[in-house]
């Protein structure tokens, strides 16, 4: 339907005991936890600001790319050996493309059209296509077909939230001086809450080819079909298997999915479910898709979840699940349904 996208959206509530996953600086001997300023409403009505352990977007995402190119790899797909080893220089430059990009050396470059370069990478690299890429020498900027939020506490639990150094001993049996020392490393506790977006619809469209009016301007259906199904792919093991983060080796984190919704819909604009703030975001999420159907001609849209937690409200026409991956599974099959139509 033109006009229409077709999109999959995630929130959900992680509970995570004892991780370093995002570590932000060193002071002195301490390496201290990613931290960011968060506004809340407090008992007495007036709003304050808290600063609370959080993960990075950018964090997420670069982990979400790693599995992305194991998953499009295993499926068959182009993928640059730079993406499998877990390295997103992206096409910066020709001195990149040179240097680290032998799939597309000499196929583009600053004497060729913007459509022609920006083909030629998105046919040859599923990350590229999926998590976008600037190309500067070759003037092709594309948009990531995905987005992350930071994770972050939920709202409703700030208050059963930490962090905290624990202490380390940097040790060598000489005992030399300064090479024996106290060290400190941030670990937080959290009930924490992520959002995930992909445009599924997006994926494989060339969109510098589409404003020059050039054709093709994508690259098929059947191959958009593949790429989404990898991207479903890695987001199940991102999230099924919380993997991500970083210091996993000595702070792997004790977790758990406390609940998760998935959205999928096709609108004029991706339809995200509520932030994972309260026990109530899956009956708020289904309150705000009745009140967009109404509004939005033509839009369709479904709700699926997964909670091992007690959820608040009422959830009429949302499809509970036994299993986040079951959720998302049964989100990406509608949305693949849609692509194929």
């Given amino acids: 339907m033109e006009g229409m996208g077709v999109y999959l959206a995630l929130s959900a509530r992680l509970l995570v005991n004892l991780e370093s996953l995002n570590m932000a600086e060193s002071v002195g001997n301490v390496t201290k936890h990613r931290r960011a300023p968060v506004v809340f409403e407090a008992e007495d009505g007036s709003y304050r600001i808290v600063y609370v352990p959080v993960v990075s977007g950018m964090s997420l995402a670069h982990h979400y790319q790693r599995l992305l190119a194991e998953a499009a790899y295993k499926a068959g797909l182009p993928v640059s050996a730079m993406s499998l080893e877990g390295y997103f220089m992206k096409y910066a430059s020709d001195d990149i493309i040179k240097s680290y990009y032998p799939e597309v050396r000499g196929k583009v470059g600053k004497g060729k059209s913007p459509c022609e370069n920006e083909r030629v990478i998105v046919s040859s690299d599923t990350v590229a296509d999926v998590g976008g890429f600037l190309y500067t020498d070759g003037v092709v900027k594309r948009t990531s077909r995905f987005s992350f939020s930071y994770m972050m506490p ?17 040790y060598t049996p000489e ?10 490393v941030d670990n937080a506790s959290a009930l924490y809450t992520l959002s995930f977006i992909l445009e599924a619809s997006e994926v494989s469209k060339l969109n510098v080819c589409r404003a020059l009016r050039q054709k093709p301007d994508d690259l098929g259906a059947d191959e958009r079909v593949k790429r989404v199904k990898a991207a479903v792919e890695a987001l199940v093991a991102m999230i099924g298997n919380m993997a991500f983060g970083a210091k996993r080796s000595r702070s792997l984190p004790h ?5 998760l919704v998935v959205t999928v819909s096709r609108s004029i604009a991706p339809f995200t479910p509520n932030p994972g703030h309260s026990r109530s975001y899956l009956s708020e999420t289904v309150k705000r898709l009745e009140s967009q159907r109404s509004v939005i001609d033509g839009m369709e849209a479904e709700v699926h979840y997964y909670a091992s937690e007690k959820l608040e409200g009422e959830a009429r026409g949302a499809t509970a699940h036994s299993t986040p991956e079951e959720a998302i599974k049964a989100a990406a099959d509608w949305v693949v349904a849609r692509l194929k139509g």
């Avoid at 030399?176 to 400190?184: N, P, S």
Wanted: hydrophobic content about 45%; proline content about 3%.
């Fill in 154 to 170: 939920a709202l409703d639990a700030l208050k059963a939230t930490g962090i905290y150094p624990q202490i380390h001993v940097r």
């Fill in 175 to 184: 005992a030399r001086a300064e090479e024996q020392a106290l060290i400190y």
């Fill in 255 to 259: 977790w758990k999915v406390q609940s």
